[in-house]
């Protein structure tokens, strides 16, 4: 149960970063992978507002949302010069500065180490503390859903509009009398103020942070998320966060497939191995399963499995991606 | 009708590194007039409406709309201070639907505020409002579907529509008929009349004389960056310079 709800927090705090994302990659094809970066930030301004100065709860969400905020002038000016694949190159670049920092700025972050016994917010005029897991649970969905009222409104409306039109034809778009760097400036300050808000609430919820938290496979996961429920869509992008974070979970239980089977067909499982041809068959699945099922195995297997599978929906559905072609 | 000066070039010169495009070009159009522009490939007839809508700054020369000086601006703010542009390549946004380029033309003039809510008022009125001007053009029951599945001709007509629901007052047509149907092409031509009709100016790219001829008052003719000759349709038809541009001095 406690393992439950863990798994419905994640997802809350995916939510609100991976909702996010989509809006500069899906509705303006601008791939931001500075993205998780800006997160990171987000995290580290809490994690050391919240124990160098014990800074409240809001103080420190506040803080998060605005300085990520910030980094929108840096991904614009980065956009000015640089389009498309370009501009991924230029935010990736960026996003390594950042992982720089933030393993070498040691007097500030604490290098690798990390930052640990960030305390969980309380209320004192409500006298709520976080320290529970559903009360937490409560507090990340109370921001999921104002996250998400905002955000649809901004995927709904004419900014949406203008920021699909822009990214279709940038001059036509101008030619309607649109602003069209300003667009995209405020598609990256309201996705950099959510990713400071979802990395707020992870620092908070995690208690310790540290540098590998941040790194390029978590983008690789937020980008997996996007793509698998088709760029641009709202709702396409919830179903892919609770899909993807739920699909490692089943991993979980692979060590448990001999018992399964046991119970299947009644003997042990030495017995069903040596079965001619059935036996042949499950035996080395289940070899391969009881590896996968060691922990040191589980983490790089939920990474192969995300990559293999944004790979395989990109290349069935590659217009999920790059849906218009593109032109100059 | 008012016959006042709506766009003014004043010796409008643009070169990229040594290869000079434009000329030293002067142009007068009045207010409710239509112009079309002709001349051969690489004349420069592209790239003036781009020094003219601001994707290309010009070295040299000042381009003034309706008495205000528009070189500084932006593209967006020319835009909004009345220029219209129908690109040679399709200017539509294909991946939204019909009804979405048309409603995207018509926020452009309105308050933030009024359109900041899905729900509000002002976008249920753009609904209706595009639906009309998408009826004017015979494309209505195509309000859903995608742009980018109209044809070359439909789309024409649903850029140049678009166009006028953003309210320009100064249409740049740049080759309105390529990649049309000839059987769409009568459409579009009835739409440029009804342009006219409505008092709005436009300027036309064309390389079909016979098409522009039916519409247009002026006729401009532009080589390697010049204008060459500036005169009546029939005039210009006549004209030996023209026919020696198109097809080489025919003397020798």
Redesign the interface.
Known sequence: MEYFIHLIIIIGIYLILAQSFNLTLGLGLLFNLAHVSVYAVGAYVTALLATELGMGFFGCLVCSVLICGLFAIILGAISIKLKEDYFAIGTLAFSSVISALLINWKSLTHGVLGIPGIPRPEFSFLKVDFYDNINFLVLTYVLVAITFFML??FF???FA??L??QS??R??????????RLTRNMSFFIASCFAGLAGSLYAYYINYIDPSSFSLTEMIFVLTVVVVGKPGSFWGCVFGTVFLVLLPEPLRFTRDVPLALEWLFGMPYPQISAIPVLGWLITPVVSFLLYASRPSVLGPMRQMLYAVILFIVVYFRREALF??QR?V | MTTETILSVESLSFAVGDLQILNDVHLHVLEGETVGIIGPNGSGKTTLFNCLSGFNSPQKGSIALKGRDISPYEPHKRAIAGLGRVFQNFGIFREMTVGENIILALESRQPIRSTFFPWSKQNRKNVATAREYLKQVGLEDKFGDKAGSLSGGQMRLLEIIRTLAFGAELFLLDEPTAGVAPKLKNNVASLIVKLQELGKTVLIIEHDLNFIQKFCTRIIVLDQGRVVLDDAPEKVRESRLLQEIYFGNASE
Do not use: S
């Open positions: 649809y409104l709904n409306n004419f509009r203008t699909r039109a279709e034809f001059q036509a778009t101008k030619a309607l009398g649109k602003n069209t849906p218009v032109r």
